[in-house]
């Protein structure tokens, strides 16, 4: 997108660089890098998606066949809640913004860290807390209410549902602060002539993300206080025993969860915006109506909650409103990928890791959004709803879509992070893995629900049996690819070759340093000169 100007050299290769700047555990754990930083976010993402993977295979496995497999349905309801709880809250929101975006957002705009480096550091252990309360609710025998927490189970369950509830409660300052802290890096720390239309779309998608972090989550932090407070004060607020609305809970509930699935995929779709491009050796088509799109999501996120409760008894001229917003998404969305595949038309496509991840997530999330379209239709949610075709539909824009630009995204940007490359080969492979393993985890899934399989169930009906062992061979292959991944990049950090400062020839600001960076980034301020994703000839070479 950009250049440094000649006169502005980064760093040395081969100098002093954010790695060994400081030495030992305690330089790590006191840094105020917005590098570093953003790497212990990742090896903690990593290691909770680990935990949240463990648990989802232990779900497959118990649903191989109708009856118990290995749990009972006590134990099946607290794998099943720990499991979404630790994949949405631990990994999926804060995968992306918090550790790419932390490792990565600085060096785009041409800054030497973040606008508050301290708030940053802060928010990681902000995250930390968050988790280690939430997680305490094990001590109590776990919590069996599903991620959602709905009432009135929630507000009679056991004293881990408290534990739980106050950990999301602090992770979601961490998301805020987050958030705070990236808007006003973006508005203040660009670089020279850097202007708001030569932002990479990796940017724009963070500062679409930001709003939405800090507009929505006080929205979910009152409500789950409330609910807490229900609980010790016996005030009825969502309790219907108590005089309470539980369907209250859920209004509240979704006016912030709806907008957090755009604060999963608006990320990723920053990060398929940088991909794309780059290995297509094409200008991205229609940079400003992806900018723009990211806050038609955004704003539209806020508008749509609704239709989490078509079936709830609300009226049917709020069911069609919430049904035509809802269906409203896929324009900006549209936009999105209609500019990516016409990014791809006739471009000198190089098939390297990263691009495989991107092409994976079109397809993938294109499946995912098609059938939202479907469940926006009042008429076939009320047929779908709580079947397993939301959780297909849902894991295919969650999983599908945010994790699999994340993946991406750690391809693409590992060479920059480590100064190493990873075995391609090894990365080929597991992608198929990966691809193949979710497809035939998920897809069926679609079948099942379609002919009536509700979802949250221990148990399922005989007829049901084939494709649901289907989905677990396919959970099988989607752990074995993600587990080769882990082992090709890891073994890469000692034995990858040397990657180079810009093995894929782009020209955003953070390819212009050194391999890994130097601590602050860049010697002299870089001055940013061209037009936004300005690929030209002599890049080739």
């Not at 990742?42 to 066949?65: H, K």
């Not at 979704?254 to 780059?278: C, Q, R, T």
């Not at 998920?442 to 009906?461: D, T």
Request: with cysteine; glycine share 8%.
């Amino acid at each position: 997108m950009a250049t440094i100007e000649k006169h502005s050299p980064a760093t040395p290769s081969g100098a002093h660089h954010y790695l060994n700047h400081g030495k030992g555990l305690w330089s790590w754990l006191t840094t105020l890098d917005h590098k570093r930083i953003g790497v212990m976010y990742l090896f903690t993402v990593l290691t909770f998606f680990l935990v949240g993977g463990l648990l989802a295979i232990a779900i497959r496995i118990e649903l191989f066949t109708p009856g118990r497999t290995i749990m009972d349905a006590d134990t099946y309801n607290r794998v099943f809640t720990l499991h979404g709880a630790i994949m949405v809250f631990l990994v999926i929101i804060p995968a992306i913004p918090a550790s790419l975006g932390n490792f990565i957002l600085p060096m785009m705009l041409g800054a030497k860290d973040v606008a508050f480096p301290r708030l940053n550091l802060a928010s990681y252990y902000i995250y930390i807390t968050g988790a280690v309360v939430a997680l305490t609710s094990l001590l109590f025998g776990g919590v069996d209410t599903g991620w959602t927490f709905y009432t009135p189970y929630s507000a009679t369950a056991g004293i881990g549902v408290v534990y739980v509830l106050c950990g999301a409660f602090i992770a979601g300052f961490s998301s805020i602060l987050t958030g705070l802290n990236f808007i006003v890096t973006i508005h203040k720390l660009r670089a020279e002539g850097q202007h708001w239309d030569r932002l990479p779309l990796f940017c724009w998608a963070l500062y679409a993300t930001s709003i939405i972090q800090v507009l929505a989550t006080p929205v979910l932090a009152i409500t789950l206080i409330l609910l807490v407070f229900e609980r010790l004060t016996h005030i009825g607020i969502f309790d219907a025993s108590l005089g309470g609305d539980p369907i209250l809970f859920q209004h509240f509930f979704w006016f912030y969860s709806h907008p957090a699935v755009y604060i999963m995929i608006l990320p990723a779709m920053g990060v398929i915006s940088e991909v794309i491009p780059v290995f297509s050796r094409k200008p991205i088509f229609g940079y400003k109506a992806i900018a723009w799109s990211s806050f038609g999501i955004a704003l539209l996120a806020f508008l749509v909650w609704g239709h989490h409760l078509f079936v709830s008894g609300q009226s049917e001229l709020a069911n069609f409103i919430f049904s035509l917003l809802t269906i409203f998404v896929a324009v900006p969305t549209g936009i999105k990928v209609f500019s990516w595949v016409a990014t791809l038309y006739k471009g000198s496509i190089h098939f390297k890791v990263p691009m495989l991840y991107a092409l994976g997530f079109l397809e993938l999330f294109t499946i995912g959004g098609l059938t939202g379209v479907f469940l926006a239709i009042v008429s076939i949610n009320v047929h779908l709803t709580d079947t397993y075709f939301v959780i297909a539909h849902f894991h295919y824009v969650m999983v599908g879509g945010a994790l699999m630009a994340f993946t991406g995204g750690i391809h693409y940007w590992y060479p920059k992070i480590t100064g190493r490359l990873y075995d391609e080969a090894s990365g080929v492979w597991a992608f198929i893995f990966v691809i193949v393993g979710f497809n035939l985890t998920f897809f069926p899934q679609f079948i099942v629900g379609a002919q009536g399989m509700p979802r949250r169930y221990w148990n399922y009906l005989p007829e049901f049996t084939t494709l649901n062992q289907l989905s677990t061979l396919g959970s099988f292959l989607l752990l074995a690819g993600f587990v080769w991944t882990a082992f090709y990049l890891w073994r890469g950090l000692k034995h990858g070759p040397l990657a180079g400062d810009n093995p894929w020839n782009s020209l955003t600001l953070e390819w212009q340093t050194p391999s890994p960076p130097p601590h602050d980034n860049f010697a002299i301020d870089p001055i940013v000169t061209d037009w936004p994703y300005a690929y030209r000839a002599e890049n080739e070479k």
